[in-house]
C-alpha cells in the first residue's frame, strides 16, 4: 500500500545518491530527505548539519514542523517530540545511516529510522527553533479521516502496545477535526483482522510494544514535575 511504496522508493533513492557519490569520489558525511509538501528556508540543511557537527553524538536530526491552522495560519503540529526527528525532514549522519542498515523499506519508515538509531547509541533531536512550514496538517493530503485510518493501520504494523492506541484514540478529538480519533482505532482494528502483515523488523516491534509506552511516560511525567528532558513540543 502506498506508505510502503513510499518507502521503498525514499529507501532506493537514499542508495542510488551513495552510490553515485562514490563513483564520483565524493566522501558524503551526512543523508538528508525532503518531502515535497515542506519548505524548509534555504539555510535550514546547513543549520541542521551545523549543531550535528557540534555535537558527535546525534544520528538523525530535524526542525520543527507547523502547518496551516484556523484561518491558514501556522500552527506547532501536535504530538512532536523533541527526541523524533520528522521524517519529511530527517537529517542522518552517514554513519549512524549505515549502522542501520539503510532507510528501511517499509511503512513508517522515518519512525523505524528514529528506533533503531536509538536503539544504537545514537542520539536524536528534534530542534524547535528550526520551524518548517508544511503545506497542510500531517496525513491529510486525501482528509484527515482517510489519513488516520492509515495511522491506525501503521501502529497496528509496528506493534504498538493497545494501552498507547487506546491513549491515542483517547487524545486525537481533543483537537479538531473530532473523528481522528474515530479514524484511528477503526484503521488500527482493520489491521488487526485483515492485514497488513506486521512490520519485519523484529527489534522494531518489540520497541514499540513495550519501550515505546515507557517513554511517554517519562516525558509525561517530566512535564508534570516540571522538569527538563526529551518530551513533547
Known amino acids: 500500500y502506498l506508505g510502503a511504496h513510499v518507502a521503498r522508493v525514499k ?3 537514499v542508495q542510488w545518491a551513495l552510490d553515485r557519490s562514490a563513483q564520483d569520489g565524493l566522501e558524503p558525511q551526512y543523508v538528508a530527505v525532503l518531502d515535497a509538501d515542506l519548505t524548509p528556508d534555504s539555510d535550514y540543511y546547513a543549520a541542521v ?6 555535537r558527535r553524538e546525534l544520528g538523525v536530526a530535524s526542525g520543527l514542523v507547523t502547518s496551516p491552522g484556523q484561518r491558514q495560519r501556522q500552527a506547532v503540529e501536535s504530538f512532536q517530540r523533541t527526541d523524533l ?5 530527517q537529517v542522518f549522519r552517514l554513519a549512524c ?3 542501520i542498515g539503510g532507510l528501511p523499506p517499509y511503512a513508517g519508515y522515518d519512525g523505524i529510522a528514529n528506533v533503531k538509531a536509538g536503539l544504537r547509541g545514537w542520539h536524536r533531536q528534534l530542534f524547535t527553533d528550526l520551524v518548517v512550514e508544511q503545506v497542510r496538517p500531517t496525513a491529510t493530503r486525501f482528509g484527515s479521516f482517510f489519513g488516520f485510518r492509515k495511522k491506525g493501520r501503521y501502529a497496528w504494523s509496528l506493534g504498538l502496545n493497545p494501552a498507547l492506541v487506546l491513549a491515542r484514540t483517547a487524545a486525537y478529538p481533543l483537537r479538531s477535526p473530532r473523528r481522528e480519533g474515530l ?7 482493520e489491521a488487526r483482522w485483515t492485514g497488513p502483515a506486521p512490520c519485519p523488523d523484529e527489534e ?3 520497541y514499540y510494544r513495550w519501550e515505546r509506552p515507557q517513554e511517554y511516560l517519562r516525558a509525561a511525567m517530566d512535564r508534570v514535575m516540571g522538569r527538563d528532558g526529551e518530551g513533547f513540543v
Not at 85 to 89: S, V
Not at 183 to 189: D, K, V
Request: charged share 20%.
Open 11 to 13: 529507501a532506493q533513492g
Open 49 to 54: 548539519i551545523g549543531r550535528m557537527e557540534a
Open 85 to 89: 526527528p520528522r521524517g519529511g525532514i
Open 97 to 99: 545511516l549505515l549502522e
Open 183 to 189: 479514524a484511528f482505532i477503526l484503521g488500527w482494528a
Open 204 to 206: 522494531v516491534r518489540q
